[in-house]
């Protein structure tokens, strides 16, 4: 089977954006992968959102990548978003950092990166950048599909532009972060803010950087993703690499190694600020805010709806799935719920493809 | 009514303390607290053991004291252990930063603080210390009781000693960490290690010290100690003092003020070195170890046992609570168990006073 090659693409847009915040972005870029062909009509295109620290780049390989993009197995020929029919595109999050504008990203105004100069955004902003990606495409009809963070963007294309979404997949997503979840965000922030290299969000021309900081807002994160159950199976209380204990501060147990390494890792990929920026852009998110209740937000829909939560997720765990599925049935919209069993926590979405492929292909049947 | 004066006392130990890590103490101090008196027959005693970051002051008031000591509604007159009727005593943990030897205390070897010169201690070790002060009041039998890591010193002393304990008790409690509390525990090791002013544990004359890091890794535990119902209770999605978003990196929610509160009144009263020294301590523990399995371990024991667990503490939560009674009932011993309704999470032993102390009273008859 030969590889799917991808690339991602920039689309620069040179007109104010207007945020949330009451500031004015005066130009962006956004960085976006397509996968198969949009139709003539323009009305097969399914766009993909992506969770906190995702990135367009959800299917097939860049030149020279071991790994596919983080849905690969979700997006191609015969799967789940099916690029045989479907003309996917999937963009990275404004205030994100990997192509569309961001906090590391220059200010044209003063030739340097942002840093904390960036205006603070939201889920709503993001869905806004997203929109003119979809206009500079002519499409007036989509299927907005995404987990986690991305289904909370899903839900707000519902409702922002619901001439456009005709169906809206919600996979291991909520309607509004619970005090839990900001308080793992807000912990997470507080590591990067504290960090002696962070330098109050000056640090791109630096030689030390908020490696720390971050690596701990991402174990945090890690924490998490898996359930209790998942971390149980996968590392119990087993030592890393010895059979008795050091007695010192290094790791002893694989759990530890584990958060370490994926610590390491992550900080050779993504930007603290932007880390700082998309999190509070959760925490701000309520879809109910600006229409009194969850209800009358979803009154204004006119799509479809899968909802899908994984039963061991306890970061958006099911009953918040069930909030939002109650709320478009209070509403008498066309809504599938479906909590899949799974042992994989909150990463769930992120690993158990056959049976989201099979309850999403029957949905957009 | 007049209030419980109390105070903390030293006993200095100068003979040598053999450690589970190899190394000796030379000589060590025991920081403690006892209330009511000690029978004739010195069988009428109650050893309390604390948690995580507790200290020997359960009960009373000290002179100037705001606030009484930590299990203050538990320990007294009629309360639920009864100081007409018990000789009740308390010591800080080995490694603790309240008296009892521990990483911020003085080396006699070198005369400065031993930092991370300290050796890495455990719950068998301070369960060896505690042994020391009963000793010294001549006792031979006792009740040992604790919540939380308290429970699992309680769990210890009726294994390690089965001929002084008679009764005990151990709520909110574990035999050993799940992977996920060992996860927790080490991001916030990570942060104290991480953070600028930790200079590999000599701060103490220093200008300044690991604040930050220790501040955030009690934020984490803070989230574990609540539950998501509790903290939703608390707090949901209410801003801090305001209306609406100030779209900064400053608080915008209640939940994240309380963090940080938290973590600030945190730093004035607990040592960065000792969280590292008791939660390794923590980790490392496992009822189970020596023996094989947990029920071999019991199988030493002559007590008679009360486990309880509250329904809604997710950070030691149940089903090990049940794990502790299944090898009881295997064993053919006197085990009694009862799940607390509670949706305060595993703080509920810090404030579910009332139903605790009804099943303590009754189980102590």
Redesign the interface.
């Known amino acids: 089977m030969t590889q799917l090659m991808t690339e991602t693409k920039i689309l620069h847009i040179d007109e104010p954006l207007e945020l949330?915040?009451?500031k004015v972005l005066k130009e962006y870029n956004i960085a976006y992968e397509t996968y198969g062909e949009l139709n003539t009509n323009k009305d097969n295109c399914i766009l993909l959102l992506h969770a906190l620290t995702g990135n367009a780049h959800a299917a097939g390989y860049h030149t020279g990548d071991k790994k596919p993009g983080w849905w690969n197995e979700m997006v191609g020929s015969g799967k789940a978003f099916d690029t045989d029919k479907y003309f996917v595109i999937c963009s990275n999050i404004l205030g994100g950092c990997s192509g569309t504008t961001g906090p590391n990203s220059i200010d044209p105004a003063t030739g340097k990166p942002y840093g904390?100069t960036f205006?603070?955004i939201t889920i709503e902003d993001s869905v806004r950048v997203q929109k003119k990606l979809i206009d500079y495409f002519g499409i007036k009809s989509l299927i907005a599909a995404g987990g986690s963070m991305g289904g909370m963007q899903a839900i707000e294309w519902s409702i922002s532009y619901p001439d456009y979404v005709k169906s809206t997949i919600i996979i291991a997503s909520t309607s509004?972060?619970?005090?839990?979840a900001?308080?793992?965000n807000?912990?997470g922030?507080?590591?990067i803010?504290?960090?002696?290299n962070f330098n109050n969000g000056n640090y791109y021309n630096n030689s030390n950087f908020p490696e720390?900081?971050l690596?701990?807002a991402r174990?945090?994160g890690h924490?998490t993703y898996?359930s209790?159950d998942s971390?149980?199976s996968?590392?119990?209380?087993n030592l890393q690499d010895k059979d008795k204990?050091d007695?010192?501060?290094n790791v002893?147990?694989q759990?530890?190694s584990y958060?370490?390494h994926q610590?390491q890792i992550f900080v050779d990929r993504f930007d603290a600020n932007s880390y700082?920026y998309i999190t509070?852009a959760c925490?701000?998110y309520?879809a109910s805010l600006k229409y009194g209740s969850l209800e009358k937000a979803f009154e204004r829909t006119n799509s479809k709806f899968l909802i899908i939560s994984f039963s061991s997720d306890?970061l958006f765990?099911s009953n918040q799935a069930k909030e939002i599925v109650n709320a478009l049935i209070k509403q008498g919209k066309d809504v599938s719920y479906l909590e899949i069993q799974s042992s994989a926590g909150h990463d769930a979405f992120l690993l158990e493809f056959e049976k989201q492929t099979k309850v999403i292909k029957s949905f957009l049947k």
């Open positions: 949330d915040c009451g904390l205006p603070v509004k972060l619970s005090a839990q900001i308080a793992f807000a912990v922030r507080n590591a803010l504290s960090d002696e720390k900081g690596s701990i174990m945090i924490i898996l209790e971390m149980h996968k590392f119990a209380r204990f007695f010192d501060f002893e147990f759990v530890e958060l370490q610590g700082l509070k925490d701000y309520d306890w765990p």
